[in-house]
């Protein structure tokens, strides 16, 4: 019997699509020119900064935690950069005569912040939330490429809606689990900031992990694909309404 109501309940949800569809639509014709914007185009090209930072050094060589800089990314939606206090808490001692570093000593002189040029971008009309990404276990690598390889910070993703749209479709595929979880020691949230402790300590990766740390698509191995799924129930997950427009647009 419920074949009898199918085609009824997919009109309904046709026209709860359409309806959900125009407040997009809208944003879209006044958000065109935005989309088409360098940082929206711009992917794997390093973009000029006024001071030459490197992740590749901070992050990775010397091994300082992204939240250090990076205070927000796991309780809210935006990451947010660092004020040039967090930078001299070092360099008002190291390097103190670097040239590369004369934007920095001048921002701090004079009381005003550095403009650093965005890489990463959604338009207005996209709501995107770290938080949520983070909390379940999902890699800054796996949306902003190899962090921990780069000197000048480049786009990793191209933020198209289809590009999101294939992972809410079916996270799992990209929920993996390292022992440490497995076993309870960490939570998933902390995978995500121990893939570059591991790194920067040398310690041995897993298959995920290398694929993530050199910036190589992820696939994630059948075995921990089934793993995946069943740590998306753990975690609650629910993915059937994950591609309703509204999640993203509202
Ligand atoms: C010592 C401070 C510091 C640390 C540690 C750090 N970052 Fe950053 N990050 C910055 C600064 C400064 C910028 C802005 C300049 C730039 O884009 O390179 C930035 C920019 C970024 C951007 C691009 C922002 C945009 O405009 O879209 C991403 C993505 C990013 N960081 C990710 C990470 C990740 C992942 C880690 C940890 C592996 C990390 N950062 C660790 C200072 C830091
Ligand atoms: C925990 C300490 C620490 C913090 C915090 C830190 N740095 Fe550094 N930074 C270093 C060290 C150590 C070096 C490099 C020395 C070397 O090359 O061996 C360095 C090097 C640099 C260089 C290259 C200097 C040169 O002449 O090659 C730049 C540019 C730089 N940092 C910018 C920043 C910015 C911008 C911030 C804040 C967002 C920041 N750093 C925060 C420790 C730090
Ligand atoms: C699911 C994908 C995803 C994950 C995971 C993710 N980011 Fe982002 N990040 C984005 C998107 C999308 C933007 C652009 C947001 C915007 O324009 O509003 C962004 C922007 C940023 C920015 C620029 C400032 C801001 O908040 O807009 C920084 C810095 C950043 N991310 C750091 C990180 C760090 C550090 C991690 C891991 C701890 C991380 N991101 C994990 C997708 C992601
Ligand atoms: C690699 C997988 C992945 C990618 C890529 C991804 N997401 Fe998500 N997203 C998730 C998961 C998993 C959740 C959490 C679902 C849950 O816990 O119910 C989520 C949840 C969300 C939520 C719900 C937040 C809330 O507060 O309810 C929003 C909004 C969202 N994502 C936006 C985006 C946007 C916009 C993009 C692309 C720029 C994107 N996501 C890319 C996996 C992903
Ligand atoms: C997981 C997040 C997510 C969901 C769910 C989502 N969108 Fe989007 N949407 C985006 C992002 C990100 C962009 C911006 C793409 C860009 O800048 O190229 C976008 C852009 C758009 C645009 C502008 C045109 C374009 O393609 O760039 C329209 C129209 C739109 N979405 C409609 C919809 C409709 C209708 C639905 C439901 C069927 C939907 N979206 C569901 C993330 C999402």
């Known amino acids: 019997m419920p074949q009898t109501f199918k085609p009824a309940a ?35 090209v ?8 490197s992740h590749k050094h901070h992050a990775y060589e ?6 250090f800089c990076h205070a927000t990314v796991e309780e809210g939606a935006v990451a947010g950069v660092p004020a040039t206090e967090v930078c001299m808490t070092c360099h008002s001692q190291i390097w103190t005569n670097s040239p590369n570093l004369e934007a920095v000593r001048k921002s701090w002189e004079t009381g005003t912040s550095l403009q650093w040029n965005k890489v990463n971008h959604v338009p207005d009309f996209v709501y995107f939330n ?28 191209s933020f198209k809606m289809s590009w999101c749209l294939q992972c809410h479709e079916d996270p799992s595929k990209y929920l993996f689990e390292t022992e440490a979880v497995k076993s309870g020691t960490i939570s998933p949230r902390e995978q995500v900031f121990d893939l570059y402790r591991k790194l920067s300590s040398g310690k041995k990766l897993t298959e995920v992990e290398y694929q993530l740390a050199e910036g190589l698509p992820q696939v994630v191995p059948s075995d921990d694909v089934h793993a995946g799924v069943a740590a998306m129930k ?15 647009h509202h």
């Open 234 to 248: 753990e975690r609650g997950i629910n993915v059937t309404q994950l591609k309703d427009c509204y999640v993203c």
């Open 62 to 67: 010397l091994g300082i935690d992204c939240r």
């Open 46 to 53: 390093p973009i000029d900064q006024p001071a030459p930072f």
């Open 130 to 157: 770290h938080s949520i990404h983070v909390n379940r276990g999902i890699s800054c690598n796996n949306c902003h490429g190899a962090v921990n390889k780069m000197e000048l910070t480049w786009k990793g993703q």
């Open 10 to 44: 997919n009109t309904i949800a046709t026209v709860s699509l359409f309806a959900g569809a125009a407040v997009p639509f809208i944003a879209f014709l006044t958000g065109s020119t935005m989309t088409n914007s360098p940082y929206n185009t711009k992917q794997f």
